[in-house]
């Protein structure tokens, strides 16, 4: 399955992988993007998105971190 990446604005890779550790779904973190943004992946499709998105976001708001866009798929 590809992966989807989307951006999550934070100071540190460490705050979002913190953030994320343990959520369902196959959420990985890959790195920084640029200065303020570091990049992720989900291998989520169709209702498994639907169920665990929130979820997903949920923990990065607890956290005090965001989503602010999406990538698009990694090539490969």
């Given at each position: 399955?590809?992966?989807a990446?989307?951006?999550?604005r934070a100071?540190?890779v460490n705050?979002?992988?913190?953030?994320?550790?343990?959520?369902?779904?196959?959420?990985?973190?890959?790195g920084?993007?640029?200065?303020?943004t570091?990049?992720?992946?989900?291998t989520?499709?169709?209702?498994?998105?639907?169920?665990?998105?929130p979820?997903?976001?949920?923990?990065?708001a607890?956290?005090?971190l965001?989503?602010v866009?999406?990538?698009?798929?990694?090539?490969g």
């Amino acid at each position: 399955m590809k992966k989807a990446r989307f951006l999550v604005r934070a100071e540190s890779v460490n705050a979002v992988k913190r953030a994320l550790r343990n959520v369902p779904g196959g959420v990985e973190v890959i790195g920084r993007y640029d200065r303020d943004t570091i990049e992720c992946a989900h291998t989520m499709a169709g209702p498994s998105f639907i169920r665990n998105w929130p979820i997903v976001r949920g923990r990065l708001a607890r956290a005090g971190l965001g989503v602010v866009g999406e990538v698009g798929p990694i090539a490969g």
